[in-house]
Each structure stands twice: as structure tokens, then as C-alpha cells.
T-cell receptor
């Protein structure tokens, strides 16, 4: 089955700095790669996603890049704010209506 | 905007008891997914349904069963509960022809 690895497991940055989280996947057939933000006691919140036919996608301070050849994708958060502090999960999926395979998560702490 | 509704939000059961978790998807979403998340872990896919039929199956124990009803809501039935079943259980839903999965707030199950 699909195996998603995520690094780093923890990340601490100062407010205003950028944060980068990286993921690799094993199944070259995976074609959908979402990123979720999870705050304590809450459900995962979809923040951005990318499909295999696109190399980069941006939404305000958040961007995601995908390298299909290397089978890795990354989340970039610019101008970080304390409210960005949360656990971030990457995931990969083979097709619609099928499982999301999650990475182990990155705990991001943004200090004022 | 309407979100995924899960009930109950908290549930406490004894070992060997049964539990039923309910999920009401976002209006006009036709696919539901169930995930289990242990403390400090990533969400693990259990099962998904589309048009009342199972669309994908993950690491769901034989003691668990689930179904989707004609109004698209879903129920996860858990029997012979074990201490290790204590976790957050999330339901997610997606719309026709979409990969995007939107998660509910979760049900926290504690087995004593």
C-alpha cells in the first residue's frame, strides 16, 4: 500500500519567518495530495491540495509544490503567525472515494 | 457553511460493550469516510461508502461494521470494545467527482 513519510516531526519558527514541511510517497499511481491543519481537539482542516497534473499551487501565504518524478511534495507557509501553530498532515490518495494515506504529522510552533 | 456533523461528540463505554457513532455529511456530499486517530497519531482510514456501497476498505477490525443510508448519513457500529479502541473517530465527506475530503469534529471514544 501507499506509504507517506513526513519531515520534520516538529518545527519551531519565529513569527514572520517561513516554514517548510516535506513529504514523500511511495506509490507512483497516487494523484491527489492534500494538506491538513489540525488544532488540538478538532478535526483536520483542509488547507490546500494539489493534483498530479500540477506542479505548484498557491493560496495567499500557503503554497504547495509537487515533484512527481521524485515522488515528493512540500508545504510552504510564508509570514508565519502564532495562529499557524498546529499539527500539519500531508496525505496522498489514489483515486476519488478512496482512502487518504497520511504522513505522521508535523507539529509547528510559531513564537511571537 | 454547513459542515460534517458527528454524534455523539464524547462517548464512554466499558470493555466488551457496543457503540454506535453517527455521521451526517455536508449537504450534497455523497461519499463518507471513517478514520480512527489515536493519541499523537495520524488518522488511519477505516472504510468509505458511496451510494450506500462500500467504496474502499482499510484497517477496520472485524468487530466494526459500517453502513451508509439513503439520506447519505453513515453509522459506525463497534462491538466487543477493547481498551485499544479508545481514540478519536472522524467522519469525512466529499462531493461527487471531487477528491476533497472535509472532516467532522470527531467523536472521542473512551473504553474503560
Amino acid at each position: 500500500g501507499e506509504n507517506v513519510e513526513q519531515h520534520p516531526s516538529t518545527l519551531s519558527v519565529q513569527e514572520g519567518d517561513s516554514a517548510v514541511i516535506k513529504c514523500t510517497y511511495s506509490d507512483s499511481a497516487s494523484n491527489y495530495f492534500p494538506w491538513y491543519k489540525q488544532e488540538l481537539g478538532k478535526g483536520p482542516q483542509l488547507i490546500i491540495d494539489i493534483r498530479s497534473n500540477v506542479g505548484e499551487k498557491k493560496d495567499q501565504r500557503i503554497a504547495v509544490t509537487l515533484n512527481k518524478t521524485a515522488k515528493h511534495f512540500s508545504l510552504h507557509i510564508t509570514e508565519t503567525q502564532p495562529e499557524d501553530s498546529a499539527v500539519y498532515f500531508c496525505a496522498a490518495s489514489l483515486m476519488r472515494r478512496h482512502a487518504l494515506n497520511f504522513g505522521k504529522g508535523t507539529s509547528l510552533l510559531v513564537t511571537p | 457553511a454547513a459542515g460534517v456533523i458527528q454524534s455523539p461528540r464524547h462517548l464512554i463505554k466499558e470493555k466488551r460493550e457496543t457503540a454506535t457513532l453517527k455521521c451526517y455529511p455536508i449537504p450534497r456530499h455523497d461519499t463518507v469516510y471513517w478514520y480512527q486517530q489515536g493519541p499523537g497519531q495520524d488518522p488511519q482510514f477505516l472504510i468509505s461508502f458511496y451510494e450506500k456501497m462500500q467504496s474502499d476498505k482499510g484497517s477496520i477490525p472485524d468487530r466494526f461494521s459500517a453502513q451508509q443510508f439513503s439520506d447519505y448519513h453513515s453509522e459506525l457500529n463497534m462491538s466487543s470494545l477493547e481498551l485499544g479502541d479508545s481514540a478519536l473517530y472522524f467522519c469525512a465527506s466529499s462531493a461527487l467527482e471531487s477528491n476533497e475530503q472535509f472532516f467532522g469534529p470527531g467523536t472521542r471514544l473512551t473504553v474503560l
